[in-house]
C-alpha cells in the first residue's frame, strides 16, 4: 500500500468516525502491515478488531493464521 493510502486509512482507522468506515479501514491496514512483515502491527489490529467484533470468527482465524506463518 503506497504511503498515502496508508496514511490516509491510519487517520480513517484512529479517528473512530462511522461505524463500519473505521474497522474496514484497520482491516486494510492490517493486511497492509501483513504484507510488509510487519506482523506486530497486524496483530495489535486484528486482536482489537476481535475484542470489538467478538462474533466474527474470522479476526481469531487471521491471527492464528499469522502466528503460523511468522
Known sequence: M????????????????GHLLAPFARILLAIAYVREKDTSRAREL?????REFPDNGLFSKELARLDKTH
Open 2 to 17: 503506497q504511503g498515502d493510502k496508508k496514511a490516509h486509512c491510519r487517520t480513517t482507522a484512529d479517528s473512530g468516525e
Open 46 to 50: 486484528l486482536l482489537g478488531l476481535g
